[in-house]
């Protein structure tokens, strides 16, 4: 595959880049600069989800994902199955968003017992399963860094991430490969040829060096250490070729002016991307 830049057709802003405006800012700037795709946050649209998919469409863009579902393990059954409801809501909000992926964060342990919330990660996506299928909703599992496993998420590895999908049906059930949480895994482009059509989604930002922070610390795309690029090649080959979202959590880049931090972004994804 030739060494070229992603096309901008691709680009998708992932709202948590400009996690600081409102939706309606940011569709209107994306609009202004030709951006096509967002990748909406829950809490940003959850007060109106049919005015924000309203405020998308007469933008000209489209949804190319919904941020989060997941956080499945939990101490009771009780809040476990609390969860399992919110879970449901947040896919009729894909769906009236017009998207057909929700990205699952897949939640920490609430203990000690890291391998029970594992399991509870796999019996909570077969819970939403028949009501994703219902509504056409594909879930797509996130696997995240492991400095996260505390905190966000059990689920650390592509690997880990493909298996659990592998139990469920591939037209509803995929992975989605972020470059900040899997460029470090030795297997990942093994990896990543494993989930082939199970990828439902390609996010982008950059390894800073020193990292300045766990979680506010990603970079633009060719300002850190990640072969992006090289990432982008491999699950084109493995069959994605849909929106590529630039999701940065960064207090600097949220403060920028939203004109001047879109143009940055289209510059930074067509040199690295």
Known sequence: MPDESASLDRLSLNQITTDKRSLEETVRA??????????????????????????????????????????FPAATAGERRKRIEDNRHAIDEAATLGTDTLVLVCGPASGRDIGAARDM????????????????????????????AAERSVIVTLEQANKIAAQFPPERVGVIVDVFHVWWDPQVYEQIAAAGSRIFGFHVSDWMVPLPDMLMGRGMMGKGIIEIRRLR????????????????????????PLDILLRQMKESYLEAV
């Open 30 to 71: 994306c609009a202004r600069a030709d951006i096509r795709w967002i990748g909406a946050w829950r809490h940003k649209i959850q007060e109106d989800p049919v005015h924000s998919a309203k405020l998308i469409r007469d933008a000209g863009l489209r949804t190319s994902s919904l941020c989060r579902g997941g956080f």
């Open 121 to 148: 990660v796999i019996d909570g996506i077969g819970e939403i399963v028949p009501y994703a299928e219902k509504c056409g909703i594909r879930l797509a599992i996130e696997p995240l860094h492991p400095m996260y």
């Open 233 to 256: 090649n491999a699950v084109e080959r493995a069959g994605y070729i849909g929106p590529i979202e630039v999701e940065i959590f960064n207090h600097e880049i949220w403060n920028t």
